[in-house]
């Protein structure tokens, strides 16, 4: 069975400190994705990063920086430099491949808390 | 590209009564989904469409949930009657098949049953 598993439910940091949030996921799929979506206060959920199965290459964009290691089955999302814009709840999901129709098994959140 | 619409934004409403949500997806898209996602919690899909078709609605709970999607564009989740434990947001998303592209989600509608 597919789930995703975010450890940290709430982590408060100080502006300008690095923060990481873990993300475990399980699958019996080989080929699958994985998202991070960030949720501010207002509601919407903002896209951030699909990874797909096959490329294990962390990436960068600005302060933001994701570590894919399937060996772990973990897809962790770091913040370098927190800001208080960055305050909002992150979630974690994975895509299984239910033939040709996938869905999205999400995990319940990590919310962060970034104090001036 | 404009991105998924949703409205109203917020409603409030009676237990017993009967609410509806309305859905607008990006333009092309084929796939709708709509979640329902309560404080605290992850989004739990309630039914999702491919054009104007139920792909799965296995979550919903169908005794008093409805939702169409009769042209294949928008769509439409219906609540009758309320109860206090549907107080939640419900969030619309489109894919532009399926999810394999990735799923762009409206801002919600925030629903308190009181």
């Known amino acids: 069975a597919q789930k995703v598993t975010q450890a940290q439910t709430e982590i408060s940091v100080v502006e300008k400190e690095d923060v990481t949030l873990d993300c475990v996921y399980e699958?019996?799929?080989?080929?699958?994705?994985l998202f991070w979506y960030k949720q501010p206060p207002s509601g919407e959920l903002v896209f951030l990063i699909r990874?797909?199965?096959?490329d294990e290459q962390n990436e960068i964009s600005g302060r933001y920086s994701w570590n894919f290691q399937k060996s772990t089955s973990s897809f962790n999302f770091t913040i370098t430099a927190s800001q208080v814009v960055d305050s909002a709840v992150y979630f974690c999901?994975?895509?299984?491949?239910?033939?040709?129709?996938?869905?999205?098994?999400w995990g319940l959140g990590t919310s962060l808390a970034v104090n001036p | 590209e404009a991105g998924v619409a949703q409205s109203p934004r917020y409603k409030i409403i009676e237990k017993r009564q009967s609410v509806a949500f309305w859905c607008n997806p990006i333009?092309?898209?084929?796939?709708l989904y709509w979640y329902q996602q309560i404080l605290g919690q992850g989004p739990k899909l309630l039914i999702q469409?491919?054009?104007?078709?139920?792909?799965?609605d296995s979550q919903l709970p169908k005794d008093r949930f409805s939702a169409e999607r009769l042209k294949g564009v928008d769509s439409t989740l219906k609540i009758q009657p309320a109860k206090l434990e549907d107080s939640a947001v419900y969030l619309c998303?489109?894919?532009?098949?399926?999810?394999?592209?990735?799923?762009?989600f409206g801002s919600g509608t925030r629903l308190t049953v009181v």
């Open positions: 469409f491919q054009n104007n078709g139920v792909v799965d």
């Open positions: 998303a489109s894919s532009l098949d399926r999810g394999k592209d990735g799923y762009t």
């Open positions: 699958t019996r799929d080989t080929t699958y994705y």
């Open positions: 333009s092309g898209h084929a796939t």
């Open positions: 990874r797909n199965s096959f």
């Open positions: 999901a994975l895509s299984d491949n239910a033939g040709n129709n996938r869905k999205l098994i």
